[in-house]
């Protein structure tokens, strides 16, 4: 079943890819079926060069324990750095 659990944000970033380096302009994140990963459901993130384009990018499948870990750990790093650049 799908889930239509699904968020575009607009980024400014870069992502590296098999063909090397290259921009980023949006993050598509969502909760659907699985394309590579081993579970039936996948937490998603597309990462695209050109909003609303699949081409050139960067996909993610995580499951939900990672999906949490790798929030929890995002929210660590950015504390630590906006306290870092406040000094």
Do not use: K, N
């Amino acid at each position: 079943m799908c889930t239509m659990i699904s968020a575009r944000l607009p980024i400014t970033g870069s992502a590296r890819s098999a063909e090397g380096w290259t921009d980023v302009a949006e993050a598509e994140i969502s909760y659907d079926h699985a394309t590579h990963l081993w579970s039936e459901h996948a937490l998603r993130i597309d990462f695209v060069q050109q909003p609303g384009s699949i081409a050139d990018r960067v996909a993610v499948e995580l499951d939900l324990a990672s999906g949490r870990s790798l929030v929890r750990r995002l929210e660590q790093i950015i504390a630590a750095a906006e306290r870092s650049d406040a000094e």
